[in-house]
Protein backbone atom coordinates (compact mmCIF):
# COMPACT_ATOMS: atom_id res chain seq x y z
CA UNK A 1 0.00 0.00 0.00
CA UNK A 2 1.39 3.24 -0.91
CA UNK A 3 1.86 6.12 1.25
CA UNK A 4 -0.58 8.71 -0.78
CA UNK A 5 -3.10 5.44 -0.54
CA UNK A 6 -3.65 5.36 3.43
CA UNK A 7 -5.87 6.98 5.41
CA UNK A 8 -6.05 8.65 9.05
CA UNK A 9 -7.78 5.32 10.50
CA UNK A 10 -5.20 3.39 8.36
CA UNK A 11 -2.19 5.22 9.66
CA UNK A 12 -3.88 4.38 13.25
CA UNK A 13 -4.60 0.95 12.56
CA UNK A 14 -0.67 0.29 11.47
CA UNK A 15 0.21 2.40 14.94
CA UNK A 16 -1.54 -0.41 16.71
CA UNK A 17 -0.17 -3.02 14.73
CA UNK A 18 3.56 -1.83 15.62
CA UNK A 19 2.42 -1.35 19.14
CA UNK A 20 1.10 -4.97 19.51
CA UNK A 21 4.03 -6.19 17.82
CA UNK A 22 6.37 -4.22 20.28
CA UNK A 23 4.82 -5.03 23.03
CA UNK A 24 4.60 -9.16 21.95
CA UNK A 25 8.96 -8.23 21.42
CA UNK A 26 9.03 -7.24 25.13
CA UNK A 27 10.06 -3.42 24.19
CA UNK A 28 10.47 -1.51 27.09
CA UNK A 29 9.07 2.17 28.22
CA UNK A 30 7.14 2.40 24.68
CA UNK A 31 5.72 6.18 24.03
CA UNK A 32 3.62 7.15 20.81
CA UNK A 33 3.43 10.21 20.11
CA UNK A 34 0.92 12.32 17.71
CA UNK A 35 2.45 14.44 15.12
CA UNK A 36 -0.31 15.02 12.97
CA UNK A 37 -0.64 18.51 12.13
CA UNK A 38 3.13 18.82 14.14
CA UNK A 39 4.93 17.62 10.34
CA UNK A 40 4.69 16.15 7.22
CA UNK A 41 7.09 13.28 7.79
CA UNK A 42 4.39 10.79 9.20
CA UNK A 43 1.71 10.91 11.73
CA UNK A 44 2.85 9.04 14.48
CA UNK A 45 6.41 8.49 15.91
CA UNK A 46 6.81 5.46 18.25
CA UNK A 47 10.26 5.33 20.39
CA UNK A 48 10.64 2.39 22.46
CA UNK A 49 14.04 0.50 24.10
CA UNK A 50 16.11 -3.26 24.37
CA UNK A 51 18.08 -3.61 27.54
CA UNK A 52 20.91 -5.05 24.54
CA UNK A 53 21.74 -4.22 21.21
CA UNK A 54 20.66 -7.41 20.30
CA UNK A 55 17.49 -7.24 21.49
CA UNK A 56 17.25 -4.02 20.18
CA UNK A 57 18.48 -5.57 16.61
CA UNK A 58 15.84 -8.70 17.13
CA UNK A 59 12.86 -6.26 17.96
CA UNK A 60 13.61 -4.54 14.69
CA UNK A 61 13.76 -7.27 12.47
CA UNK A 62 10.82 -8.68 14.19
CA UNK A 63 8.75 -5.87 13.74
CA UNK A 64 9.57 -5.42 10.07
CA UNK A 65 9.13 -8.93 9.08
CA UNK A 66 5.31 -8.26 10.70
CA UNK A 67 4.73 -5.51 8.65
CA UNK A 68 5.81 -6.90 5.78
CA UNK A 69 3.97 -10.59 6.24
CA UNK A 70 0.65 -9.32 7.29
CA UNK A 71 -0.15 -5.74 6.87
CA UNK A 72 2.44 -5.82 3.00
CA UNK A 73 4.18 -2.88 4.30
CA UNK A 74 7.74 -2.33 3.52
CA UNK A 75 9.56 -0.06 5.75
CA UNK A 76 12.94 1.61 5.19
CA UNK A 77 15.61 0.81 8.06
CA UNK A 78 18.49 2.10 9.18
CA UNK A 79 21.02 1.13 12.01
CA UNK A 80 19.81 -2.29 12.47
CA UNK A 81 23.78 -3.51 12.02
CA UNK A 82 24.82 -1.65 15.25
CA UNK A 83 21.97 -1.87 17.19
CA UNK A 84 22.23 0.87 18.74
CA UNK A 85 19.41 3.15 17.53
CA UNK A 86 17.62 1.57 14.76
CA UNK A 87 15.07 3.63 12.72
CA UNK A 88 12.05 2.04 11.27
CA UNK A 89 10.38 4.19 8.44
CA UNK A 90 6.31 3.05 7.51
CA UNK A 91 5.90 6.55 5.57
CA UNK A 92 2.91 7.00 8.08
CA UNK A 93 4.44 5.74 11.12
CA UNK A 94 8.32 6.19 12.35
CA UNK A 95 9.33 4.30 15.08
CA UNK A 96 12.82 3.90 16.94
CA UNK A 97 14.25 1.29 18.90
CA UNK A 98 16.98 2.54 20.78
CA UNK A 99 19.28 0.99 23.57
CA UNK A 100 18.14 2.84 27.04
CA UNK A 101 22.21 4.76 27.34
CA UNK A 102 21.46 6.05 23.39
CA UNK A 103 18.05 6.64 24.03
CA UNK A 104 18.80 8.77 27.15
CA UNK A 105 21.49 10.41 25.26
CA UNK A 106 19.02 11.91 22.56
CA UNK A 107 16.10 12.38 24.07
CA UNK A 108 13.68 12.62 20.93
CA UNK A 109 10.52 12.44 23.46
CA UNK A 110 11.21 16.07 25.11
CA UNK A 111 11.66 17.01 21.58
CA UNK A 112 8.31 16.08 20.24
CA UNK A 113 6.13 15.96 23.33
CA UNK A 114 4.41 18.98 24.61
CA UNK A 115 5.94 20.87 27.57
CA UNK A 116 4.54 19.54 30.16
CA UNK A 117 3.23 16.16 28.75
CA UNK A 118 3.57 12.82 30.76
CA UNK A 119 5.33 9.56 28.97
CA UNK A 120 2.86 6.88 28.95
CA UNK A 121 3.30 3.40 28.21
Same mark, same amino acid.
Given at each position: %???? =??? #? =? ?5 ? !? !???? +??? $? ?14 ? +? %???? %????? #??? /? ?11 ? /? ?8 ? *?? +?????? $? &? ?14 ? +? ?7 ? *?? &? ?9
Amino acid at each position: %MSDA =SRT #G =SASEALL !A !AILA +ELD $DSKAEEIVQIDLRGKT +E %MGDY %MVICS #GRS /TRQVSAIAEKLID /TLKADLGVLS *KV +EGKETG $D &WVLIDTGDVIVHVFRP +EVREFYQLE *KM &WLPNGAVQAN
